[in-house]
């Protein structure tokens, strides 16, 4: 088989942000009808690297060269990016909430008619068009939030389709997609590439990688570490390992069978509406219960009402019925205030939407669920407040210059573990997480992993969320599969596996 | 020997600018300290004690308001009905003086009278989610109908010659009491703001009001409380302006909303919350003070005066907003 031809390449190119290397003499290429996957640890330079070729970093804000298709391109913004043919979906999805599908595929590019008004018609045709090529069956007027995430990934990836790039870049397309979502999803990137796109793909999600792209390239600190071919084969644990620069040898904790049978929480008949559609139940009936110190696993398809149930037990969101017993009392929780005081802590599953306040500083970010106890008098006492911030600082191991930085200049993983200390600071009987590890760096996964079982051996339970089934199967003691809004299966930790799971969270 | 020490002075000398500029209240004290320069280098009156007590003084009834302005914006609200609450307090307490009620009494009835519209407001907005602005809007035609209804338009006077020593009784011969009581005012509020955990609630509520749900702070009870302080603030402030005045005026406040939440805004307080602090904002309201003063002592025309607090306004959230952007690169080299 010859070579293929190179329709993009990238020479030496260097970014810096205020004295720091961002990137270090990179130079790569994409090859006509490639997946490509592009990976990496956060902070590895993926994001920077993408942004220079989509054009968001001008062609003066760092030095090297990009080709495409042979031909020098100097971009000077995304706009002559675009032009160049290389189309970006970002992680957020950037949509227009309000407006429909049609509206949105088309935005900025309406077509007119000859009056210059909005030709509507035209519009949803194009929309349809090529929405029929992702083989998606979406109503184009339906409002953008009205659909699944899983829908409203295919109608962003619809609007980079119809600016017809030769090049796709996906950033963590499937961290929004369930197992089967995903699966589709692959599959639709075949058949992409077949029809001349090439793309390159950013995941954490090693499997996905593997199975879906014909070559990786490996960045770390800046630098471009090595390239792995799908034809050679792939080898998971060197890869992780020129990821991260050390050994890892097992990334998943060891858990012990518990010996502590005491229930600790116990829901019953709960009963959730549905957020979004008036006088429906997301959950219908669902009744489990916690033991201490065990892991519980709560599997489901994205849409399940997992994040529903578990906001629904903290106070969140109004339940419609449901009991809730703690340590065999039955407990009132009205809001996430009861639900502290109980001992119980929720770590959202999107940070950045109820996570973290990003106008405060690391240190305040963690005290914020026990201002009440760090008070001294009227005041709080503000050298409690830092010392208990030092303490878990160094103890979850943040890396950022110190207690006072601002949250929004750390990573994903590094918020995430701050967010982690705001709950161990109280009184914590039950954690729950909801998707912990989403968008989240290898090796503070694996530091997040090792914290859980630490945490499950002193005594508390933790209830888990993930979509990330090889995760779930490996850190939890029990499981349920939530489905139609009932517990569709309730597995061990021996008998589970992805199949069962699967098989249970979409009976149909 | 000589040369390290050049160069640790000059290190340090950065270090402090770089401390001074990251600091939010940073840009208001600049753009004060070079327009007072300017001002005082066109006509040194400006800098005379008289002149200067003079600008203090006025800056004491907006300042009042800003510090509860403050609270309000960074829990990411707004506060237009002020200005009305100003005169409905000082109505209710001349009118209760008139009725032969206590100064005291009376006083606290115009208090109460602002208490009672913030937990209005706070109840609304709270309960049905109506955007502040809208609310407030509301609020503001519904207190000045209240006023123009109660008053007929007719100025309530005479008042009280004791109640009129109030804000007219000077200390050490020269200070007027209002400086005393606005300042007292703001160091209080700064405290609160700064060192309780209602403040950090306040801080948490701007920054992101759902984070600050699920952390357990109680949004109802934080928002009410803004709400009424901000509006007893505001009668509190009419009162004094009253007892100034020597008669409680039906109109007067018109348009002191807006001079209040530009100063806020000049003194750095974020439009979207969660940033801010009282030092800044009052610096804003003594900038606010400061310009129409100067304008008049510079001789330019009435006329110019809004056009140029326009400009100024905007021109502060540019500064405000490129320096932030500053603060953000900063952490992200610190990321990396």
């Given at each position: 088989m010859k070579e293929k031809r190179v329709i993009l390449s990238v020479e030496n190119i260097t970014k810096r942000f205020l004295g720091t290397v961002a990137l270090n003499k990179v130079s790569m290429e994409l090859r006509e009808n490639e997946i490509l996957a592009v990976i990496g640890e956060n902070g590895a330079g993926k994001s920077t690297l993408m942004k220079i070729l989509s054009g968001i970093y001008s062609s003066k804000e760092y030095e090297g060269n990009i080709y495409v298709n042979n031909k020098l391109c100097q971009f000077r913004n995304p706009h002559d990016s675009e032009n160049a043919g290389i189309a970006m979906i970002y992680q957020e999805l950037n949509l227009e909430l309000d407006l429909t599908v049609a509206e949105n595929i088309l935005l900025g590019r309406y077509p007119r008619t000859k009056l210059g008004f909005v030709d509507w018609k035209k519009m949803r045709k194009m929309a349809k068009e090529v929405l029929e090529r992702l083989h998606a069956n979406i109503d184009v007027n339906a409002t953008v939030r009205s659909l699944s995430p899983s829908m409203q990934q295919l109608v962003c990836i619809a609007r980079a389709l119809l600016r017809n790039p030769k090049i796709l870049i996906l950033d963590e397309p499937t961290s929004v997609l369930t197992e089967n979502e995903t699966k589709v999803f692959m599959n639709l990137l075949h058949e992409m590439k077949e029809q001349g796109i090439s793309c390159i793909y950013i995941s954490h999600k090693l499997d996905e990688v593997f199975q879906l792209c014909d070559r990786v390239i490996v960045l770390r600190d800046g630098q471009l570490i090595c390239e792995y071919e799908k034809k050679h084969g792939y080898d998971s644990k060197s890869i992780i390992n020129s990821m991260i620069g050390r050994r890892l040898d097992v990334m998943y904790p060891q858990i012990e069978k518990k010996e502590d049978d005491t229930e600790l929480l116990r829901i019953e008949n709960f009963r959730v509406p549905h957020t979004s559609a008036y006088g429906k139940s997301i959950i219908k009936d669902v009744s489990f219960s916690i033991k201490k110190g065990e892991i519980l696993g709560l599997a489901g398809l994205v849409g399940s009402g997992r994040s529903e149930l578990v906001n629904a037990i903290f106070g969140l969101l109004p339940k419609t019925s449901g009991r809730i017993y703690m340590e065999g009392r039955e407990a009132k929780i009205n809001n996430p205030e009861d639900a502290i005081k109980l001992g119980i802590g929720l770590l959202t599953e999107d940070r950045k939407k109820n996570g973290?306040?990003?106008?405060?500083s690391i240190e305040h970010n963690m005290t914020l669920a026990i201002l009440r106890e760090l008070r001294k008098g009227i005041f709080i006492d503000s050298k409690k407040e830092q010392e208990i911030a030092k303490e878990y600082f160094t103890k979850l191991n943040v890396k950022a210059p110190g207690i006072k930085t601002l949250i929004t200049s750390l990573s994903g993983g590094n918020q995430q573990k701050v967010i982690l200390a705001r709950w161990l600071m109280t009184k914590l009987k039950l954690l729950i997480l909801d998707?912990?590890?989403?968008?989240?760096?290898v090796g503070t996964k694996a530091e997040i992993y090792k914290l859980m079982v630490d945490l499950s051996k002193s005594g508390i339970s933790i209830l888990m969320i993930s979509s990330e089934l090889p995760e779930l199967l490996a850190m939890c003691d029990r499981f349920i599969v939530l489905g139609k809004g009932v517990v569709q299966a309730e597995l061990e930790r021996g008998e589970a596996n992805e199949v069962n799971i699967m098989q249970a969270a979409s009976n149909t | 020997m000589l040369d390290i020490k050049r160069d640790n002075k000059k290190g340090s000398i950065k270090k402090f600018l770089k401390w001074f500029f990251i600091r939010q209240e940073s840009s208001i004290i600049i753009v004060l300290v070079l327009y007072s320069l300017i001002v005082t280098l066109v006509n040194p009156v400006f800098i005379s004690t008289a002149n200067v007590i003079n600008i203090l003084r006025s800056t004491g009834f907006t300042l009042i308001m800003v510090v509860g302005m403050t609270f309000v914006l960074i829990t990411a609200g707004l506060d237009l009905s002020v200005g009305a609450v100003f005169a409905l307090g000082a109505i209710i307490c001349g009118l209760s003086m008139q009725a032969g009620i206590p100064i005291i009494l009376s006083i606290l009835l115009g208090m109460l009278s602002g208490l009672v519209i913030g937990i209005f407001i706070g109840t609304v907005i709270v309960k049905t989610g109506i955007p502040p602005l809208i609310v407030t809007l509301g609020m503001m035609y519904v207190c000045r109908g209240l006023v123009s209804i109660i008053t007929k338009g007719v100025p309530v006077y005479p008042l009280p010659e004791q109640f009129m020593l109030i804000e007219q009784t000077k200390i050490f011969n020269s200070l007027p009491v209002i400086i005393l009581i606005s300042v007292a005012i703001a160091v209080i509020g700064h405290i609160i703001l700064s060192k309780t955990v209602f403040g950090r609630s306040v801080y948490a509520i701007g920054g992101n009001e759902e984070a600050a749900k699920i952390s357990g702070i109680n949004i109802t009870k934080v928002k009410m409380a803004v709400y009424i302080m901000t509006s007893t603030l505001a009668a509190i402030s009419g009162i004094l302006m009253s007892s100034r005045l020597g008669s409680a005026e039906p109109a007067a406040g018109t348009g002191i909303e807006l001079k209040v939440i530009a100063g806020s805004i000049i003194g750095g307080i974020s439009t979207f919350g969660g940033m801010g602090t009282i030092l800044g904002a009052s610096l804003g309201a003594l900038f606010m003070e400061v310009m129409t003063n100067s304008l008049t002592l510079m001789k330019v025309s009435v006329y110019w005066q809004n056009l140029v607090f326009g400009v100024i306004l905007i021109a502060s959230v540019l500064l405000d907003q490129y320096k932030r952007r500053l603060i953000i690169r900063q952490s992200v080299k610190a990321k990396d």
């Open positions: 973290y306040v990003w106008s405060m998707e912990p590890t989403r968008g989240i760096d | -």
